[in-house]
């Protein structure tokens, strides 16, 4: 047969489990410092320029 659980107990491990969770994609999403997000946007925006620099320009 089955174990017998207490399914309070359960229902708080899960609540538990699924928020410690969330917390973790909190910290990926918003757990940068000013200087990462500084350098993610430099990254971005020099990205853009080199892709913008070659572009072929099609004004015949």
């Given at each position: ?5 207490n399914l309070r107990q359960a229902r708080k491990a899960l609540a538990r489990r699924s928020a410690a969770e969330r ?38």
């Amino acid at each position: 047969m089955a174990d017998v659980i207490n399914l309070r107990q359960a229902r708080k491990a899960l609540a538990r489990r699924s928020a410690a969770e969330r917390a973790a994609e909190n910290r990926a999403r918003h757990g940068r410092t000013r200087a990462e997000r500084t350098a993610q946007t430099a990254e971005a925006e020099r990205a853009a320029r080199l892709l913008a620099a070659h572009q072929i320009d099609e004004s015949d």
